[in-house]
């Protein structure tokens, strides 16, 4: 036996495990991870409206801001199309993680989307980890939100409210 055969297999083991522990911190680093307790509060749609801090929208990306740091959240304005929460106006920014970000929404300008964001603080932000995402792909969620939306009644501090805030909006 030579030495070269005696250290080969140990030198392809060691190599083994690099490679390997190598894979799992990439993975760990690169992935996103949502909590089923996460995606399970914000697709429920009747709990959605009824109780969430929330605003739900369709709407036309009309506006982004380039982060001026690493890890800056991106504001993203919309045109907005239809509401069924918390959407005031004609235009809507809500913040989301730069697009290098793997558990970020990737919004195109021009480009139209189906849109839940929460509160945090007096922004609403939103990550893969809710309903958003482009409107042709988002039919189930409209159906249910429009369901929920016919001529129900939901209570909001106190006071009983028709869920018509479902509305288009026209400028």
Not at 60 to 80: D, L
Not at 83 to 91: G, I, L, P, Q, T
Not at 134 to 161: M, Y
Request: with cysteine; glycine share 4%.
């Amino acid at each position: 036996m030579t030495a070269l055969s005696i250290k080969l297999p140990k030198i392809l083991s060691a190599a083994a495990i690099a490679l390997f522990s190598a894979s799992l911190v990439v993975t760990t680093a690169l992935g996103c991870e949502c909590r089923q307790e996460t995606i399970d509060k914000f697709h429920n749609y009747r709990k959605l409206i009824q109780e969430l801090d929330v605003t739900v929208f369709t709407g036309n990306v009309i506006k982004k801001s380039k982060p001026s740091r690493p890890r800056e959240k991106i504001a993203v304005t919309f045109k907005v199309y239809e509401s069924w929460k918390n959407v005031e106006s004609a235009e809507m920014t809500i913040y989301s993680r730069p697009e290098d970000d793997s558990c970020s929404n990737y919004f195109v300008t021009g480009r139209s989307y189906f849109v839940v964001a929460y509160r945090v603080g007096n922004q609403y932000h939103t990550d893969i980890c809710t309903p958003t995402g482009e409107l042709k792909r988002s039919a189930k969620p409209l159906r249910e939100l429009n369901k929920i939306a016919q001529g129900k009644k939901i209570a909001v501090n106190n006071r009983t409210l028709n869920i018509t805030e479902r509305r288009t909006i026209r400028v």
